[in-house]
């Protein structure tokens, strides 16, 4: 099909697009990027919380794209796909890589450079990637949680460092998420390397403190939910059927604590711990597929980061908004209980893609 | 094999079976090497499967003693004596095999978690509870398997025996009919078990967090391998846990062949006793085996009317119809319950019109050569076991990785999920059938055949009332093994569009649960799904022939 034929036969059937999805579909033809005719938009994705069905019904209605969506199980189930497929891939966009995988998928080749145009996004989504090969839609931090009822200074007291968990009073009360099967698991790993690297202390690894962690009985689970909901005591896990109940401090965001109050009523007894270069800036981003749709992927990445949308993201998904001069609700002490750390770790994306296979590595030995 | 349908039934079996699991294999030792001894040790020799194979054991056998112990008692009492409702029973005893795991661990969890029974109340209970949730889940089995011999032996047999020296007291009884009669198909359900056991996956996952199956690592790596240059070590991983399986399953599976053909021969050729007596003691066991059945169902399902309201540190709960809102009208997903149960329905159906005449096809071809004494018998009635071999896991891995080989493209069609469907249902109809087959008394159809009757007409005219039976029960299984399966569709495709109602609800159960309106969706999704595949039960057994048990 002519291009001509096709941008007709495109503004026939999407008679509610905006001008600025005219004006992606336009400079796609002219820069030759267009891919084919497809009124179908296929999604790679995990369980994203914020593509709620009238969000999508929405999109579908002002763009006349369909959508269908490709859910797994988190970020990395995404970057596993892209490079399942790669060179047949059976989606246009991939929503949900973080910055911990990324560049991996850069350098695989397996994205491709957007047309949508994006305005306003904020220095801090920009921060770890400022590229035109994804674009940033939401953003946390991940930190250590602690339930405030158990940590009171009395029976246990509250770390300045992360060697105090190492303590005898912290033995079998502190889970994480493996890196090796979980996102925030591997943001955190990748965090203790920053963090030990810059304590002053020449005579200890990052691995030391993993192996004494795991003397002092860490818990390691497969997966953020499972450590949040079913071990630590201070979260909404207490509620559930699953829960055991026997970890203090956990790693999740430095905003759980917020959503916590939120859904409670403004009460919570989880905090989050600002300890210095102890936290990661987790950025997710949302990225055209490499063969795939580029006017669909292109059109959704504008919808996504507009206004209305991303505003959305604290109460949808449970993240920021990478839009600037957007933060966290305030009703039900949503931002008052949450926390942006003072410093996180300083570990760009080029050397986590480089390191990350070595990092597992010697991050199982550690704690075998 | 003497028509080409035979060979042919084989064929696309062969073909569905091995074609993708030939391929997942190709591609896996690809990016691994061929490396045994790595493959092995790296089970040990990383922390997320690290003591998973000592563990995958004990779990399995503990699960099929206790199998036993609870499913035979109810067996004895369903099969020895005469009850009201047994099709009722019947089919409420064989719930919970056929109902998603996932379903089946949220009931649990619900049942015996803190705001249950609180028996789940450390670590230690966490085994405990899984043999336990393993017994539940395999219960049908011992009772499907022993019942009919226990309801279909001749009571003069016993009689006789009762006269003779070896049978006038309780033990000589025991070990002289008892024990010899009922150990074939005891020990067949117990390969039965152990199997399911083995693979489990949704119930370890959720019931014993801190420990990993064979299963779980599968899960848990699987997505990540067949990738050059990328986190290669999950496919020693892979390939280690997988090949483990395999062996340990076609041995167990070697040894059932072996048993339910010793089985056939040991079974009294009796119709089912009618003049059962009935046994108001009985109740003692039949009443809590009814419970503990239906315990967990009935939790899910109160729990999805049970709504919780989290203030100020307080949980308190109030009865309301919201999760049943949410989970029809896709308030939390991307597919309502009504458009998931379609989608379900769809692939049960395209599920059956290939599962079931290739599963009839198969098992008849295995019954002519066992008439012909052919060798090839045993070695094609294991054949079309192997799927139980492989997890559901790795058979949805086999055919993601297989597919990709041979075209990425068709990895996007939603036709995919049916093919692991196949894969699993297949057997069950062989299982049902070939026991059926083997109970045709060939006299009808060569009567009929002398009066003249052609080879179609004695298919209808003989051939399919007599198996009428057997027939209803394949179609059940077939549908509830479909509308259930989760492991393989949850692998293959999770296509938002096309998800399955299992899918659904695993996907609302893995959402965060900071909204409390989630847990009261998510019952009320499988809620949904318990009601169809009870109706599925309730409606097979008016139409099953008394004693008529096959396997199931």
Redesign the interface.
Known sequence: MRAGTLVFALLLIMPTISGCITDIIDSGFENDQVTGPDTEL?IVTY?V?G???SM?AEFENQTGFEV??????DA??IL??L???K?????DLALGLDNTYLQ?AIDAGVLVEHLAQVENLSDSALEPYDGPLAVPFDQGWICLNYDTDKVDGENLTIPISLWDLTQEEWRGRVVVP?P??SSPGRAFMTTTTDYFSNDGDNSTEWTDWWSAMSDNDL????GW??A???HYTGG??E??????G?AYLTVSYCHSPG??A????N?T?SAALDLDGASFHQVEYVAAIDGGNLIAASAFIEYLTSESVNANMPIEN?MYPALDGMDLPEPDGYRYHSIVPTTSADVSMSTIAVEM?DW??DW?AA?? | MKNIGDKLSVLIFSSIILIPLFLALDRLVWVAGFDPVRWFSSIEANHLSQGSVGFTFLQAILSTIATIAIGLPIAWQLGRYKWRGTGLMRAVLTMPFVIPSIIAAMGFLAFVGPHGMGLRADQDTHLWTLIIAHAWFNMALVIRFTEPVLSTLDRDLEDQLRLLPGGKTFWGKLKNLWIPLLTPSIAAAACMTFIFSFTSFALVRWITPLESTLETVLADVGERAGILGYEEYTNDLVLASSLIQFTVMLASLWLMSWLQEKRQSLLPQASENSNLKPNPRGLLILVPGLFFALAPLVTVAWSSFRIPVREQGELTYHWGVEGWIEAWSGGYSNTGVGDALLNSLGYAGITLIVALPLGWSLAKTIHELELSKSKWARILDVFTMLPFAFSAVMIGLGVLLGILKLDGELNSLWLLPVLPHIMLTTPFVVRIMLPAFRGLDPSYDEGARILGLSHRARFWKIKLPLLRGPLLVAITFTLAMSLGEFGASWVVARSGEWDTLPVLIDSLRSRTGWDPLIQPTAAAAATTLMLITLLLFLTVERFRPKGEGGMF
Not at chain 1, 239 to 244: A, E, Q, S
């Open positions: 296929v369980d919380s593509l709620t069905d999508l269908t969506l490709i859910k797994l199980g990395g189930s596993d796909h490079l399942q497929h060179g047949a891939q059976s989606a991996t493996s090796a099967t818990i390691i689970t497969s939910s499972e949040y909901e079913t909404y896990g509620w559930t059927d699953g829960h055991i026997d959503v916590e939120y859904f409670g009523g009460w007894h449970y296979d597992i590595s199982n704690v075998l």
